[in-house]
């Protein structure tokens, strides 16, 4: 593998940030899998890049606050472009579409409050259009039922709008009221605030808020509408194993969970905050986004330079998992092509000869044994084609296995297998038999 | 009673199939070594005479290769020696004497073809075995050319295939898959029924017609192989009964079948091709020649296009052969069609090549056809239709026949009454000079002609050596 051959290079290479992210984003979460297939895995691969590459840039080592800024900004149109570059989600969760301009997303991230309707909380999806997948690009509302950032509290709701967006999310349908509950309940605004009754019940993966010039990850304080955050009354002195830190007057330090939020964040690391909150607290009423951006930051955070490496160094070997099912696609998709062309001329010789009162010369069984001759040296260099077309695919996409892996098993079936076939049609006899004489 | 002059002239032909009392008083009941030219006059068919330097043999075919050198087949101890004429070079192919064979050029030599033997090949200097030529597997009976091919079919145990040579090649080795490569080509499969190859033939130059007992098909030859075609909307329902009645007329091709005598032709319309039967008027004689035709010979023709005629050799039980002669001249809107059958003509095989017509008179030798050879004993005897005059029911009074004839051969003429009565054996008896020779006649043969009878037949026959044309002819009756 030359091509692998400066690991290190490799590696500090600009597109390996991509790469990496990639690679780590489906090691960690199998982003990928969840998506429905490595077909679709291409499909949002665009966006899915752009984001990773944007949180690469924003939480990788080494970063500057401009790569981190632009980085967070960079994930964020990833994000947008997951989504706004997409129609069709997996799960059958419906169509996704409609985010506005760059410009607006990024405004939108820079300067939430402008948009009195932004939420994370907000299922992304044009409600009664049938579709129902949250986003995590800032919505522009009007056709959901809005949750809205300066409504009060309802402290004891804990997560308010996951429940619709778990009906909406899997049946794509508009919002129904749950059992229980009444239309008006169903249809009504549901907000909670930062600065609201401590709702400590936030369970497993409660968000931090927004953490103003912080780095992500590392929240240090809760930014609300009021000021300093608080959590109970006290204000937030820090994180620890995700809970927040309190202190109280006396001076003494307490953990408490923190509560949940949906009040918009400032800035972009209140961006990545909600990002985060949205992924950990809706794993699965999320989905894909909730699992890209969860492995993204396993794969992030939890692996180093060298763990990636040596995985994509593993998967891009000839003799891994990916290569060995691109392959195998690779010749199942060209032997079918080849059967198939096989038959189509196999008929076309057929059906001429036969007209021509040919079917019993030497001269069919001749072209007859050609195009068997033919597609048998087809068939039997499939397995040295394959593992040709994975290195030049894993060459042409360098930097990630499995984006590599990825493009192949959807680019497979749609490879141009015509020069492969094109031996049929090199003899003179099926060249004269395609001129229709 | 007024005397009145009754003529005939533009003959039509033999007329086989009406009753001579009821048939056009243009038909003929009986043409014997005749033949009616497009002038719808009589005349005399040539004898033959044996060729130059050649002695009497017993010979039964003969093929030209080029100007005056024949290739024929002689009879030696019950075997088949083929010779050229005038070189004299034989091979001796140990052949049974009477085997059906047929030739074909390829490439400047002539090829002889006998089913199951390696065919014999005279490439201008001498008689060779095409053993390597031709594998026993494609030894068959029958050969044609199409498009610098050669094509040989009827071969056992595929009767049904064709071998044809690479193009240009006198080779029959099937390898590989060029345009020019040799192919077999069986078609069994386009066949309505049981059948077998017994013909083969070129049609407009580019289509090779393959005869079989009962139907006959064509192929589109292509000079690349693989483009060989079967006409598929063209198909004659009948077979040939001699390859050597396949013969290139014009643009046409005849053949004989069992039925009668046929074209392969192009219609008038330029686009599909038809098939069509010349033999109907003749059909009863036809029949007759069919059922009598030989055990093992097959009949032979020629096509002299000089005088316009496809001549049909028929052989018969009994080992002679009669000729059926066919007269044609497609031009014109009203083509001439005219037939004539000489039930023992002594000819078995024609070639003709550049106005030379050589025949193969197996009691004589090969021969050229000649109006004036010494020994020619031909008879010629035309028979008209029963001539009326008017009312069948009428008794006539005749009184004067007239004949306008040409050409240096006696002729004699009888007349017979409606019921084939003998009334007059020798009409020209009283002629002045009494031999009936009238080669530059200055005004027409004016004989008395005195019988009572409703109608009545006149037959004008010659055995004398010389050319004779009857131009026309008119009774003078009281009617």
Redesign the interface.
């Known amino acids: 593998m030359g091509w692998f051959s400066d690991v290190t290079n490799f590696l500090s290479s600009p597109g390996f940030r991509i790469g990496a992210g990639v690679a780590g984003l489906a090691a960690g979460a199998g982003a990928f899998e969840g998506l429905g297939g490595f077909g679709d895995a291409l499909t949002y691969g665009a966006g899915a890049a752009n984001l990773v590459s944007g949180a690469a840039s924003t939480f990788g080592p080494n970063r500057s606050a401009f790569d981190r800024a632009t980085g967070a900004l960079q994930m964020g149109l990833g994000g947008y472009n997951l989504f706004q570059n997409e129609t069709t989600l997996p799960f059958g969760a419906g169509t996704v579409g409609g985010y506005g301009t760059f410009d607006t997303v990024y405004d939108r991230i820079t300067n939430p409050d402008q948009y009195e309707e932004f939420s994370f909380y907000k299922p992304a999806l044009g409600i009664g259009e049938g579709t129902g997948m949250p986003s995590l690009a800032p919505q522009t509302g009007g056709r959901g039922d809005i949750i809205t950032t300066t409504q009060t509290a309802q402290p004891d709701v804990p997560t308010p709008s996951g429940e619709d967006e778990v009906r909406r999310g899997i049946t794509g349908a508009a919002a129904q009221p749950l059992p229980g509950s009444t239309d008006a309940q169903a249809t009504m605004p549901r907000t909670v605030t930062a600065t609201g009754p401590l709702a400590l019940a936030g369970g497993p993966g409660a968000s931090p808020s927004a953490s103003p010039g912080g780095m992500a990850g590392v929240p240090g304080t809760i930014a609300s509408q009021g000021g300093g955050a608080t959590i109970g009354g006290l204000p937030v002195v820090g994180f620890a194993n995700g809970q927040a830190i309190v202190q109280d007057a006396a001076g003494r330090v307490f953990r408490a969970a923190i509560p949940q939020m949906d009040a918009p964040s400032q800035g972009f690391s209140g961006f990545f905050d909600r990002l985060i909150n949205y992924a950990s607290s809706n794993p699965m009423q999320a989905t894909m986004s909730a699992l890209q951006i969860g492995g993204m930051l396993v794969s992030l955070f939890g692996r180093s330079q060298a763990d990636i490496a040596r995985e994509a160094m593993e998967r891009m070997s000839p003799g891994s998992a990916d290569a060995t099912e691109f392959r195998r696609l690779y010749e199942e998709r060209a032997r079918r092509e080849i059967d198939r062309q096989y038959q189509e001329v196999r008929s076309a010789l057929d059906a001429k000869f036969s007209?021509?009162?040919?079917?019993?010369?030497?001269?069919y069984t001749?072209?007859l044994d050609?195009l068997e001759r033919s597609r048998i040296d087809l068939s039997s260099n499939l397995p040295f084609n394959s593992l040709q077309a994975w290195n030049q695919v894993a060459q042409n996409m360098g930097q990630s296995m499995r984006s590599a892996a990825g493009y192949a098993q959807v680019a497979a079936p749609q490879l141009d297998f015509s020069s492969m076939t094109r031996v049929l049609a090199q003899?003179?006899?099926t060249q004269?038999?395609a001129a229709g004489? | 009673m007024v005397e009145k002059l009754y003529p005939y002239n533009r003959f039509v032909g033999l007329d086989a199939i009406a009753d001579r009392r009821q048939m056009g008083e243009r038909f003929l009941e009986i043409c014997e070594h005749a033949f009616v030219d497009l002038r719808g006059q009589i005349n005399k068919l040539p004898g033959y005479k044996i060729k130059p330097g050649l002695t009497t043999q017993n010979v039964m075919y003969c093929e030209n290769f080029g100007n005056n050198v024949v290739l024929y087949g002689q009879h030696n101890a019950g075997t088949i020696d083929l010779k050229v004429y005038s070189a004299g070079t034989t091979v001796a192919t140990g052949w049974a004497w009477g085997s059906n064979l047929d030739w074909c050029q390829f490439l400047a030599s002539e090829y002889v073809f006998l089913d199951g033997q390696p065919p014999y090949g005279w490439d201008g200097t001498a008689w060779s075995s095409k053993t390597v030529m031709f594998p026993a597997a494609i030894r068959g009976p029958c050969a044609a050319n199409v498009l610098s091919r050669l094509c040989v079919a009827g071969y056992a145990p595929t009767r049904t295939e064709i071998a044809v040579s690479k193009a240009g090649l006198a080779d029959f080795t099937v390898a590989g898959s060029g345009a020019g490569d040799a192919a077999r080509i069986n078609i069994i499969d386009d066949l309505t029924g049981k059948d077998e190859i017994v013909g083969l033939g070129t049609f407009e130059g580019n289509k090779l017609a393959i005869f079989c007992r009962n139907e006959t098909l064509l192929f589109v030859a292509d000079p690349n192989i693989a483009n060989w075609a079967l006409l598929r909307d063209f198909r004659v329902p009948i077979g040939t009964v001699g390859k050597r009645t396949i013969k290139r007329v014009g643009n046409d091709l005849f053949f004989a079948s069992k039925f009668g005598v046929h074209s392969i032709r192009r219609a008038v319309n330029g686009v599909t091709l038809e098939s069509i039967t010349f033999s109907r008027v003749i059909q009863d004689i036809y029949a007759r020649c069919i059922e009598n035709l030989h055990a093992t010979w097959e009949p032979r023709s020629v096509w002299d296009p000089d005088k316009g005629q496809y001549h049909l050799y028929m052989p018969q039980i009994g080992d002679y052969w009669g000729r059926f002669t066919f007269t044609i001249e497609p031009s014109g809107r009203q083509p001439h069609l005219s037939w004539g059958f000489t039930p023992n003509a002594g000819i078995a095989d024609a070639t003709y090549f550049n106005g030379i017509l050589s025949l193969a008179v197996p009691s004589v030798g090969l021969c050229d056809d000649d109006h004036r050879q010494e020994t020619d004993t031909s008879k010629m005897r035309v028979r008209t239709a029963v001539l009326y005059q008017g009312a069948p029911q009428r008794r006539k009074n005749y009184k004067r026949l007239l004949v306008r004839a040409s050409g240096d051969a006696k002729f004699r003429v009888r007349a017979y009454n409606e019921d084939r009565d003998l009334i007059d054996d020798d009409v020209m008896s009283n002629y002045p000079d009494n031999d009936g020779s009238l080669y530059t006649p200055e005004r027409p043969i004016d004989v008395p002609f005195e019988h009572f009878a409703y109608g009545v037949q006149l037959e004008f026959e010659s055995e004398d050596k010389g050319d004779l044309r009857i131009m026309d002819f008119a009774l003078v009756a009281e009617v």
């Open positions: 007209a021509r009162g040919m079917m019993r010369s030497t001269v001749t072209a050609q003899s003179p006899l004269s038999l004489r």
